[in-house]
């Protein structure tokens, strides 16, 4: 099926621990973002990447890293996993050709203790 | 940056019943969306909807762009119409930025 892949779906991670969440789309879009689900705050922009080869902050980027690895796969790490990153994380893929209509990856639910 | 405030945050409704659920924005915006999130937990985009009138089955949604406001209605609400919805406006590229939500809950 066509739409947004993210893995892994679930992880505990331990203070201070690196890990990479993978998110890649099938759909031939450009643009590619990562957001963040915290309870009462809505989603929030990590990062984005508007082509292949471009990546820009969004509104909380600190502790994170990311890769546009190619066209297809855009992925996000955390070199040094705190409490604090403990959220949903989601993956959304978007063409700005004509229609800026956003998909969703299904989420990963990253617990840090 | 753009405030987004949807509302109410949250709404009961008897299966059946209609309902309005709306969004304000502090700024002009060239994109606007609006997202169902389900019980669990996935994201759904319902409309891209920048300015005027959409409609897909039961929902429709009205934007307009020089008073800053947008509206979802949903009639004839089912069971599976629950769940989160969300509103989204952005300015420069596709970044969006997101309201807080309106849960809805409809009962059988």
């Known amino acids: 099926n066509a739409g947004v892949t993210q893995t892994p779906k679930f992880q505990v991670l331990k203070t201070g621990q690196s890990m990479t969440l993978q998110c890649a789309q099938d759909?031939?879009?450009?643009?590619m973002y990562w957001y963040r689900q915290d309870p009462g705050m809505g989603l929030r922009l990590i990062y984005y990447?508007?082509?292949?080869?471009?990546?820009d902050k969004g509104e909380v980027p600190n502790g994170y890293n990311v890769s546009r690895l190619n066209k297809r796969e855009f992925s996000l790490r955390l070199e040094s996993a705190a409490p604090s990153q403990t959220s949903v994380y989601f993956c959304a893929s978007s063409d700005p050709g004509g229609n800026y209509g956003y998909t969703f990856g299904s989420g990963t639910r990253l617990t840090v203790v | 940056g753009i405030q987004v405030e949807q509302s109410p945050p949250d709404l009961i409704l008897q299966e059946g019943a209609n309902s309005t659920l709306r969004c304000n924005f502090s700024d002009s915006v060239n994109n606007l969306q609006w997202f169902h999130q389900n019980p669990w937990g996935q994201l759904i985009n319902l409309f891209y909807i920048p300015s005027g009138t959409k409609q897909n089955g039961r929902l429709s949604a009205t934007t307009v762009a020089t008073e800053r406001y947008s509206l979802l209605y949903i009639s004839s609400s089912q069971t599976t119409d629950s769940g989160v919805y969300f509103c989204a406006v952005g300015r420069q590229g596709g970044k969006l930025i997101f309201g807080q939500g309106t849960e809805l809950s409809v009962k059988p």
């Open positions: 759909m031939n879009h450009n643009s």
């Open positions: 990447s508007a082509s292949e080869g471009t990546t």
